[in-house]
C-alpha cells in the first residue's frame, strides 16, 4: 500500500544536488543578460562598448566546465553490420565479440 508522505518545498530545494552553484549562477547570469541584449541591443552594446570595466561588469561568457584536450584516435575500428541474432546468450557474447 501506498503511503504519502508530505514534503515541504524547502526540503525539496535544498536536497543535495539541487542547490545553486557557481557554475549554475554563471548560467542564469548569461541566459538573463542574453535576454536583455536581444531585447536592447544598441543600448547594451553601448554600455560595453569602449570601455575598460572590472572583471565583474564585464560581458558575461559562458563557464568553462573541464576542458579535455583534443586528440587524434591511436586506431579506428570497421564499423560494419552485425549479422547474428541475439535470441540466445551464445548470440550475444558473438555479438560483443565481433563490437569489442
Same mark, same amino acid.
Given at each position: ?7 515541504? *518545498?524547502f526540503e525539496?530545494l535544498?536536497? =543535495?544536488?539541487?542547490?545553486? /552553484?557557481? !557554475?549554475?549562477d554563471q ?9 536583455i541584449?536581444?531585447?536592447?541591443k ?10 575598460n570595466? *572590472?572583471h565583474?561588469?564585464r560581458?558575461? =561568457?559562458p563557464p568553462?566546465? /573541464?576542458? !579535455?584536450?583534443?586528440?587524434e584516435?591511436t586506431?579506428?575500428?570497421p564499423?560494419?553490420?552485425i549479422?547474428?541474432s541475439e ?6 557474447y ?6 569489442y
Amino acid at each position: 500500500m501506498l503511503r504519502m508522505i508530505p514534503i515541504k *518545498p524547502f526540503e525539496f530545494l535544498s536536497t =543535495q544536488g539541487n542547490e545553486c /552553484d557557481d !557554475i549554475e549562477d554563471q548560467l542564469s547570469n548569461l541566459f538573463i543578460f542574453e535576454a536583455i541584449h536581444n531585447a536592447f541591443k544598441q543600448e547594451v552594446d553601448h554600455i560595453f562598448e569602449g570601455r575598460n570595466l *572590472p572583471h565583474y561588469l564585464r560581458y558575461p =561568457q559562458p563557464p568553462v566546465i /573541464d576542458v !579535455i584536450q583534443v586528440e587524434e584516435p591511436t586506431f579506428y575500428t570497421p564499423l560494419g553490420a552485425i549479422l547474428t541474432s541475439e535470441s540466445t546468450i551464445d548470440d550475444i557474447y558473438e555479438v560483443l565479440e565481433n563490437i569489442y
